[in-house]
C-alpha cells in the first residue's frame, strides 16, 4: 500500500514503518508509545502542536482543509481563537522574509520511505530541494530548553531534531543517491515572532544516526511483542 497524506499517520503505517516521532516517543516512555502504537493511548491534541500544525498546513497549501477538520480553533462566530491569530502573524512574519520563503518554496510535504539498521522507515519532508533538506519548526523561543538530569540544551538537541535531520538524510540519500544537507527555518510565538534559518551540522547528524542504530534493536522488540 503506497503511503499518502491521508494513510501516513494511520496505525497500519505506524506499525509497518518506523518514524521519527514513533522513535522520539519510544526513547522518551516506552510504555505510552506502545499504548499509543496499540490504540489503548490517545496522545492529546495540545494547542502548541496544532499551532504548529496550522503553519504546516498553510506551507502545504491546505490550511482550508485543516480549518474544516479543527473546529476547535475557531471561536463561536467563526474567527479564530488568539493562538491560531498568533499563527497566521508568524505566516506573515516568515513571508515578509525573503530567504525564508526561498528555503520553504521546495516540493512540499514529500513522502518517502526506505530501510535503516534493517528495519522500514517513513519520513515526509516539509520542503525538499535538490540541494537541501528544509524542515520547519515554530517554537516558543530559541532559549536553551532545560532537561532533568542533562542541564540546559540547545532546543536542536533539546528537541531531538538532530535525530529527524540523520533519518531524513539517510533515508533521501537511499532514494536519490544524494546526501544532503539539513536546515531548520524556525518561527518563535512571540510578541514579535522572531525567525532564524538553522543549519544542523554534519558531526551532529552523523553522531544522531548512531543514536538510533544503538537503540532501534530494542525498541522493534517491544514494538513486535518480543521484549517487555
Excluded at 485543516?66 to 480553533?73: G, L, M, Q, S, T
Excluded at 512540499?108 to 537541501?132: A, C, N, R
Excluded at 553522531?207 to 522488540?221: C, F, G, P, Q
Amino acid at each position: 500500500k503506497v503511503l499518502t497524506n491521508d494513510n501516513y499517520f494511520s496505525q497500519e503505517a505506524n506499525i509497518k514503518y518506523f518514524s521519527v516521532s514513533q522513535f522520539k516517543a519510544f526513547m522518551k516512555c516506552e510504555q505510552r508509545a506502545y499504548a499509543d502504537l496499540t490504540g489503548d493511548y490517545e496522545p492529546e491534541q495540545t494547542t502548541p502542536l496544532l499551532v504548529g500544525s496550522y503553519v504546516d498546513a498553510y506551507y502545504e497549501g491546505a490550511l482550508d482543509k485543516f480549518k474544516a477538520e479543527h473546529p476547535e480553533i475557531l471561536k463561536r462566530d467563526g474567527t479564530l481563537k488568539a493562538d491560531y491569530k498568533k499563527a497566521d502573524e508568524i505566516i506573515e512574519r516568515c513571508n515578509r522574509d525573503k530567504l525564508f520563503t526561498e528555503y520553504m518554496s521546495g516540493n512540499p510535504q514529500v513522502i518517502m520511505t526506505g530501510e535503516l539498521f534493517g528495519y522500514k522507515w517513513k519520513i515526509k519532508v516539509d520542503s525538499l530541494h535538490p540541494d537541501k533538506i528544509v524542515d520547519l519548526k515554530v517554537m516558543r523561543d530559541f532559549e536553551p530548553v532545560y532537561i532533568p538530569g542533562e542541564g540546559k540544551q540547545h532546543f536542536i538537541n533539546a528537541w531531538g531534531y538532530d535525530i529527524q535531520a540523520a533519518v531524513y538524510q539517510a533515508i533521501i540519500e537511499q532514494n536519490t543517491g544524494k546526501r544532503l544537507p539539513f536546515y531548520i527555518p524556525a518561527a518563535t510565538k512571540e510578541k514579535n515572532p522572531d525567525i532564524q534559518i538553522f543549519k544542523i551540522p554534519q558531526h551532529a547528524i552523523d553522531t544522531a544516526l548512531k543514536i538510533v542504530e544503538y537503540n532501534i534493536d530494542r525498541i522493534a522488540d517491544i514494538k513486535s511483542g518480543l521484549e517487555e
